[in-house]
């Protein structure tokens, strides 16, 4: 074999994983695993294991990948007639639906492995379940015939903040269903955002997202009702639940000014794409940024130190 065969060789290789890796929507994770490792912090208090951090985040990965390989091989007719998704592995032939589908369920039983012997058998049945959910209900049952699709379809996406808990505690409290009510109600006004975008693509296709079925508007409308719910919410881990404290509170008052804002200037010029990238792109940021001061609020310096200032200002 001569040095050009393998490298011919080499490269198709290469093509080949590069193919694999990009079926699981690699963009989409690193949010995923950030709200997880928010959830992680506040369960334990920021004493958290860096091996169970790692072992769960691998389990997640895995989960989070399944369940966007299952959802490329269930779309991928309406993949090849949009725009944006027209060269992804399966409608631009480089992978084979049976091989993908095969891929999906060895991530999936990766997945539930790991976190079944490391973690424990709760945290695996959730990321199962929301694997399930995304491909089951969101994907199968609503994405092509609710406009409703995307509201339901988001607790799919807020999983991984049951999942972080429950590797740490290995049950569910209030605290782990208010991070998940947080992620499910950012959902809506971050994915209505991106479908104003691109609204046009869901058209050809007939995907009924809000903006297509409705009008632009009716979008922002209920882009910034689910705002005016949002941002609310993310201040009941301070009061009453007090799982958090004054870092947490600081940063998520500052971005919640700026998520109302972003989302007042797309209900008072709903036509203009720009506006919808800017809140789009936003509450991307948002979402890290609120899930990072979780982390950070959660270590024991940062307590420390907030209860030191507490007891200075009361004397």
């Known amino acids: 074999m001569t040095g050009n065969t393998v490298t011919r060789h080499y490269h198709n290789f290469l093509q080949v994983v590069h193919s694999y890796y990009q079926l699981t929507k690699p963009r989409i994770i690193p949010l995923l695993l950030i709200t997880t490792v928010a959830s992680m912090s506040i369960a334990s208090e920021g004493k958290l294991d860096p091996i169970l951090l790692l072992v769960t985040l691998a389990g997640g990965t895995f989960a989070a990948a399944s369940a966007q390989t299952f959802n490329c091989v269930y779309d991928r007719d309406i993949d090849y007639e949009m725009e944006r998704t027209r060269h992804r592995p399966l409608p631009s032939g480089r992978v084979q639906p049976n091989h993908a589908l095969i891929f999906a369920i060895a991530l999936a039983c990766i ?6 012997v490391f973690v424990n058998l709760l945290s695996a049945l959730l990321a199962m379940s929301g694997i399930l959910f995304y491909v089951g209900v969101y994907t199968h049952l609503l994405k ?7 509201v339901i379809g988001g607790a799919a996406g807020a999983v991984p903040m049951l999942v972080g808990w ?8 209030w605290t782990a269903w208010l991070l998940f009510a947080i992620v499910f109600l950012w959902t809506p006004p971050h994915f209505w955002a991106l479908a104003l975008m691109i609204s046009e693509d869901y058209a050809k296709v007939g995907v009924p997202m809000l903006p297509v079925v409705t009008d632009n508007i009716t979008a922002a409308r209920q882009i910034w009702v689910y705002t005016l719910m949002l941002v609310p919410a ?7 639940l007090q799982a958090v404290g004054t870092v947490y509170g600081c940063i998520a008052f500052i971005m919640g000014a700026i998520f109302f804002k972003k989302a007042w200037a797309l209900l008072q010029d709903s036509q203009n794409k720009q506006s919808a990238r800017s809140l789009f792109l936003y509450s991307i940021l948002y979402m890290m940024l609120l899930c990072a001061a979780m982390v950070v609020d959660s270590l024991s310096i940062t307590q420390n130190f907030t209860q030191a200032m507490m007891k200075l200002v009361n004397g």
């Open 144 to 150: 092509r015939h609710t406009r409703l699709n995307i």
């Open 234 to 240: 993310t201040f009941l881990l301070i009061d009453p």
């Open 166 to 173: 429950a590797a740490v505690t290995g049950t569910l409290s």
């Open 111 to 116: 997945s539930f492995t790991l976190l079944t």
